[in-house]
C-alpha cells in the first residue's frame, strides 16, 4: 500500500517537473546553501508553489521524494521501511524532498535522525506555528527557514508573460490586484473565483478544522469569511464575536490564530512601545492573497481600496518584513490611523494607502495622519501610496513622497 502511494507520488512528481519553473527572487540566493548539510525548510501556504521551489532547488541532483499530503503513508510509520522503499525506488540519494512535513508526527525526531545519517533534506510546511515552534525546539542552528508566498508582483509578471506575452504591466497590474498571485490563477490553468474559493474552503478543512479536530465547521467557516469580507477593518475577537453571535471571544481568538497558522488571514496588530500593549490592541484583518477577497468578500468586491491595502501588505512580507515584528499599523493620540509602520531598528517608516487622492479632503486626511504619527514616532520617513499619482507633498517642514503602486511595486522589488 505505501509503495504503491509512493510510485504514484513519483508519477505525479515527473509531471509536476513538466510545469514551468517559474523563477524566484529568491531562488539564487537559497540555492548557494543548497551543499550545505543544514536542512532547507520552506514554509507557506498550500499552492503557492513550495513544490515547484523545491525543484528549481534540486536541479540536476539526484534526490528521494515523499508527499507527507498521503495519509496511507502515515498508517503504523516506520521510519526504517519508508527509507528503505525509498532507497529501492529513487537509489542512495543524497538529498530527500519530504513535502508537507507537518502532517507526520514527531516529525522533527525523524528529520534529526535523517540528518544524522547524513541525509541533506529538504521540508516544506504549511503550518507557521507550529513548524517554527519544533524548528526553534528541535533544530536550532540546523536548519534554514525559507518562507514561501504565492507571486510577489515581479514573479507574477515572469510567470504571466508565458500565458500572455503581449500584456502590458498596466494590464498586468489590474489582474494582479484583483486575482492575487497564486501559481494556478497566474498560468491560467484554472478559473479564479472557482478555483480560489474551493482553495479557501479546503485550507479551511485540511489545515484548521481536521489539524485541530474542530467540532463546528460551520462556525469556523463563517469566523473565516467575516474575516476576508472584513479585509483592512480593525477587529477585536469580542467584535468579531457579537457580529456573528458568537458565544465565546476566546475561542474567536483561538480560531482567528489557526488561520493565521495556515497562512490564510493575517492580523495585524498596533504598534505600540510596549510589546505587551501590541498583543492585546485591536488589530486589523488581512488575508494572505488578493483573490481570496475576490472569491470570498461580498462587502469589499468592489471597493478597489481594500484590495490595494491588502496587496501593499502582502507585498511588504514577500520582501522579507514580518508581521507584528517589523510591520504594524498605528493609531495617534488623537485616533487618526497610519496603515502601515516598518520598524527597524530604532527607525520608523509610515505608509498610507489611499486609491485616489485627487479629492483635497481626501489628500488632507492622509497628510495630517501621517505629520501626527511623524510627530509621535520621531520620523521623516512618510510615504503615501496611490493608484496612479506620483508627486511630493511639502507640509510643515516635512516632505511626504506620493508614489503610485506601479512605481512603488518596482523599487520595493528592485531594492536589496
Not at 495519509?71 to 525509498?86: G, K, P, T, V, Y
Not at 519544533?134 to 542552528?141: C, F, V, W
Not at 493575517?266 to 488578493?290: C, E, F, M, W
Amino acid at each position: 500500500m505505501k509503495k504503491e502511494a509512493l510510485e504514484k507520488q513519483r508519477r505525479e512528481l515527473e509531471m509536476l517537473k513538466k510545469h514551468p519553473l517559474i523563477t524566484r527572487d529568491i531562488t539564487d540566493s537559497v540555492k548557494k546553501h543548497m551543499s550545505s548539510n543544514l536542512m532547507k525548510v520552506i514554509l507557506g501556504p498550500r499552492r503557492a508553489g513550495k513544490s515547484i521551489f523545491s525543484l528549481l532547488l534540486l536541479q540536476d541532483r539526484p534526490f528521494g521524494y515523499v508527499n507527507f499530503d498521503d495519509e496511507r503513508l502515515l498508517e503504523n510509520f516506520d521510519a526504517d521501511q519508508l527509507l528503505a522503499d525509498i532507497q529501492s525506488m529513487y537509489g542512495k540519494t543524497p538529498y530527500l524532498f519530504l513535502d508537507e512535513i507537518q502532517n507526520l508526527p514527531q516529525w522533527e525526531l525523524i528529520v534529526n535522525r535523517l540528518q544524522r545519517m547524513g541525509h541533506n533534506l529538504v521540508l516544506t510546511g504549511s503550518n507557521a506555528n507550529l513548524l517554527s515552534k519544533e524548528l526553534a525546539t528541535h533544530l536550532t542552528g540546523r536548519h534554514i527557514p525559507i518562507e514561501l508566498l504565492p507571486f510577489n508582483f515581479n514573479e507574477y509578471q515572469r510567470a504571466k508573460k508565458l500565458v500572455d506575452p503581449q500584456s502590458t504591466t498596466t494590464e498586468l497590474l489590474e489582474s494582479y490586484m484583483q486575482y492575487g498571485g497564486y501559481p494556478e490563477i497566474t498560468l491560467q490553468r484554472a478559473e479564479p473565483k472557482e478555483y480560489l474559493g474551493n482553495l479557501f474552503d479546503s485550507l479551511i478543512l485540511k489545515d484548521v478544522v481536521l489539524r485541530h479536530n474542530i467540532r463546528k465547521v460551520d462556525s469556523i467557516k463563517r469566523i473565516g469569511e467575516y474575516m476576508i469580507h472584513t479585509t483592512s477593518q480593525r477587529f477585536s475577537f469580542n467584535s468579531v464575536a457579537r457580529a456573528l453571535n458568537e458565544k465565546s471571544d476566546v475561542t474567536v481568538g483561538k480560531y482567528i490564530s489557526y488561520f493565521s497558522d495556515a497562512y490564510i488571514t493575517l492580523p495585524l496588530s498596533q504598534y505600540s512601545h510596549s510589546p505587551k500593549k501590541r498583543s492585546r490592541g485591536i488589530q486589523k484583518a488581512y488575508v494572505i492573497d488578493n483573490g481570496f477577497i475576490f472569491s470570498k468578500s461580498i462587502s469589499a468586491s468592489h471597493d478597489q481600496g481594500v484590495y490595494l491595502e491588502n496587496l501593499v501588505l502582502t507585498e511588504f512580507l514577500k520582501k522579507g518584513y514580518t508581521i507584528n515584528e517589523t510591520i504594524f499599523y498605528y493609531q495617534t493620540r488623537n485616533n487618526k490611523e497610519v496603515d502601515f509602520v516598518i520598524k527597524q531598528g530604532n527607525l520608523f517608516s509610515l505608509f498610507q494607502v489611499s486609491y485616489d487622492i485627487t479629492n483635497p479632503a481626501t489628500e488632507k486626511r492622509e497628510v495630517l495622519a501621517l505629520l501626527e504619527a511623524a510627530e509621535e514616532l520621531k520620523t521623516n520617513d512618510l510615504t503615501i501610496i496611490t493608484r496612479n499619482t506620483d508627486k511630493t507633498i511639502q507640509k510643515n517642514g516635512k516632505e511626504i513622497r506620493c508614489i503610485s503602486l506601479k512605481t512603488w511595486l518596482s523599487q520595493l522589488h528592485t531594492t536589496d
